[in-house]
DNA sequence: TAACCGTGGAA
DNA sequence: TTTCCAAGGTT
């Protein structure tokens, strides 16, 4: 357990090659950063106060494991379809996974929808304050329950999504990337570097996430452009390959189960009503693979059965309740 | 813990 | 063309 006073020595450490006089302390890597955001902080609209905690959260779901750029204009048509849990809650999984469009990991449309649901009958309609009572919503983790309470109820939590455990891991663990699975030192450290202050850490917490996602990116960092370049323990250590090379496995894709759920998924989406076993064969062959993921997409609640008026199965859609 | 769960753009 | 990676969560 990392105590803040040694913390703030790992900081000073940090800043005592800075070269600016009076330099040396944790503060001033606050006040980099903060100026750094404040200066080139992108306009994204769910940072605008107008969004609300509701808008926050969708976007924390949306962008989960997904580009900024593909969420964007998708949440901008979803809040004024849906601008209000309880409207999303009323709504079919039908209708949210078409408007899910392509963003991917479609379980988290649904799963969006049915916190809508928790949040319209359990909260009165509000985004929760209380870490349980957000932990406790369908698909919301640590993450996003801390970035909830950051983003939109401007309160202390700490938030670590990739952006900050890359970034941290090169400022203040010399590393080039973070281990692959999240450790606890991770968290104390964060903890550690967090100001105290419910809107200062909030910004802080922003900061740290644009940072990564901007200018110390994950392949090739714009180092000439980062405000605390100087106090970098990864450039200071030379920047240092990869410690964890080779123990990342990449998930492979063409040919997979997940392909095969994906384009059976898109038929039924750009479907205006069921299609027959013969007609999603256009989309992935009959198979041994194709019964895997239909059987699997049927299991997750992503597509219904349609039975006819004799009981027979008519085919297969997304599902309407 | 590790595997699973989509999608598409960039290198 | 292949690989990497993007504001993770669930089982």
Known sequence: MTTPVELRDVAAQGAAGAG??????????HLALLDWFAANARDLPWRDPAAGAWGVLVSEIMLQQTPVARVEPRWRDWMLRWPTPADLAAATPADVLRAWDRLGYPRRALR???????IAREHAG??????????????????????????AHRRRAVVLDTNVRRVLARLIGGQALPPPSLLAAE???????????????AR????????????????????????????CAWRRAGAPADSHAGKRRTQAWHGTDRQARGRLLAALRAAPGPLTPAELAAAWEPGPQFDRALAGLLADGLVAAETGPEGGSEGYALPLT
């Open 187 to 201: 968290s104390e450290r964060a903890l550690d570097l967090l100001p105290d202050g419910d809107e200062d850490s």
């Open 112 to 118: 969006l929808r049915e916190a809508a649901g928790v």
């Open 126 to 151: 509000r985004v929760p304050t209380a870490m349980a009572a957000l932990l406790a919503l369908p698909g919301v983790g640590s993450y996003t329950a801390a970035a909830v309470t950051a983003f």
């Open 20 to 29: 600016r006089a009076g330099s040396g302390s944790a503060h001033d890597l």
């Open 204 to 231: 802080w917490n922003a900061a740290l996430m644009e940072l990564g996602a901007l200018v110390c990116t994950a392949r090739a960092p714009s180092c000439p452009a980062c405000p605390v370049r100087s106090v």
